[in-house]
């Protein structure tokens, strides 16, 4: 299984998923860093919290814009299904 990452936001009163942007590979360290992801989970397969400054840094990186004020933003990892297509068990 291939794991992206992700910077998600979801709504504050309903912790509905409003945000999702995809973390590129190649800014993922950078992003981890930003996201303090801890030396014991170098792959980031835990959630984590992120702050406004930390969303808006990340969102900076990746080349996107967030709508902060209604959200709670997180570093995530998702099953990247894609990663699978064209091959058999």
């Known amino acids: ?3 992206v990452h992700r910077l998600v936001g979801y709504d504050r009163r309903t912790d509905r998923m409003r945000a999702r942007r995809d973390i590129p590979s190649d800014l993922f360290a950078e992003a981890k860093r ?3 992801v801890a030396a ?9 919290p992120l702050s406004t400054a930390q969303a ?3 969102a900076q990186l990746i080349g996107t814009e967030i709508d902060r004020s209604p959200l709670e933003f997180f ?15």
């Open 34 to 36: 930003i996201a303090g």
């Open 1 to 3: 299984m291939t794991v």
């Open 40 to 48: 014991d989970d170098p792959d980031a397969a835990w959630s984590y």
């Open 75 to 89: 570093l995530e990892p998702f099953a990247d299904p894609s990663a699978d297509e064209g091959t058999e068990p």
């Open 56 to 58: 808006q840094a990340i």
